[in-house]
């Protein structure tokens, strides 16, 4: 967490405490997402989410540049200024390899598909790429064949596309990393930890 955040003071050239972070875990490759939101009292709107599915880097570097992008690259929002840095909630969900789903009958797979465990990426050529992160499934209260079609229109297909054998499916898993407050304590939660918005709502 404190590589994420630091790494986005600094693109913002805000002071940043360096602290000298020592664990050979961060030195492993690995695969890693970052998101920001942004902290309205007792809600939170997203501000950017950018990560990488491939392990190209030590996860304490991927960590680093997902941070960066997320808060300067997401192409859904402007990036981020001086004056927000107080108010974002930084989450980190640090991945296991994709998956590809195999199975005989394309209309099976919302079987093998876990909410709350885990998360999808759909892949259609070199054109076509969605992916959603366990949480999200969770947090809209969906089932596995929503989540396969929610997923599927975030690759920019239709939301049967899972139903193509020429799509590709994967599943990954996904552990999460969220300050409970801007700059505030750190949680550790899996994706079935995530609270239903829809139960949020009606108490």
């Given at each position: 967490m404190r590589i994420a955040r630091?790494?986005?003071?600094?693109?913002?050239?805000?002071?940043?405490?360096?602290?000298?972070?020592?664990?050979?875990?961060?030195k492993k490759y690995g695969m890693a997402f970052v998101t920001l939101e942004t902290s309205m009292g007792d809600r939170y709107e997203l501000r950017g989410c950018i990560g990488y599915v491939e392990a190209v880097a030590p996860i304490g570097e991927v960590v680093e540049k997902a941070a960066v992008a997320a808060a300067f690259s997401d192409p859904r929002f402007p990036p981020v200024r001086r004056d927000e840095i107080d108010e974002l909630i930084v989450e980190v969900t640090v991945l296991t390899k994709p998956q590809v789903l195999e199975v005989e009958d394309r209309r099976s797979l919302p079987e093998v598909v876990k909410?709350?465990?885990?998360?999808?990426?759909?892949?259609?050529?070199?054109?076509?790429?969605?992916?959603l992160l366990p949480q999200v499934a969770t947090e809209y209260c969906w089932d596995s064949e929503?989540?396969?079609?929610?997923?599927?229109?975030?690759?920019?297909?239709?939301?049967?596309?899972?139903?193509?054998?020429?799509?590709?499916?994967?599943?990954?898993?996904?552990v999460i990393f969220r300050e409970s407050e801007p700059e505030g304590d750190v949680k550790f939660l899996r994706p079935s930890d995530v609270r239903c918005k829809l139960e949020e709502l009606i108490g």
């Open positions: 630091n790494a986005i003071k600094r693109r913002l050239k805000l002071k940043v405490e360096e602290v000298r972070i020592e664990d050979p875990i961060l909410v709350g465990e885990d998360g999808l990426i759909v892949e259609k050529g070199i054109t076509y790429s969605g992916l929503t989540f396969l079609g929610e997923t599927c229109i975030k690759a920019g297909l239709m939301p049967d596309c899972w139903l193509d054998k020429s799509v590709k499916i994967k599943k990954f898993q996904g």
